[in-house]
């Protein structure tokens, strides 16, 4: 029954090995994402950080230092990397976003 409530998402971001650490900071950061997985080109799996409580953020991102050090250390060994980010988002949540922005221009009018 929870399907019916949430919804969940899944992002794929492709990029240089160099802004690996800081995207996945700001994803610990934001503590909307369930799952973060780390491929390479080819898309083989490197690393899997599983964030199922969403509890990152301040000063319990001192907690996740050691993934952002072997996240680094990953991207030191490869080149490009694909993100792939899983979420879990509110199905009323997603509708009402959308609704907000045209009520928006219809209110404005």
Not at 21 to 32: A, I, M, P, Y
Not at 56 to 73: D, H
């Amino acid at each position: 029954m929870s399907n019916e409530k949430s919804k969940t998402i899944v992002e794929n971001i492709e990029m240089a090995s160099g802004q690996l650490v800081d995207k996945v900071k700001e994803l610990f950061e934001e503590g909307n994402a369930r799952k973060v997985i780390i491929r390479n080109s080819d898309g083989n799996e490197l690393m899997t950080i599983p964030l199922t409580l969403g509890i990152v953020g301040g000063g319990l991102l001192a907690a996740w230092l050691p993934v952002l050090a072997a996240v680094g250390a990953l991207a030191a060994v490869v080149t490009k990397v694909k993100l792939e980010v899983i979420r879990e988002v509110d199905a009323d949540t997603v509708v009402e976003s959308d609704d907000s922005s045209s009520d928006d221009s219809s209110e404005s009018a």
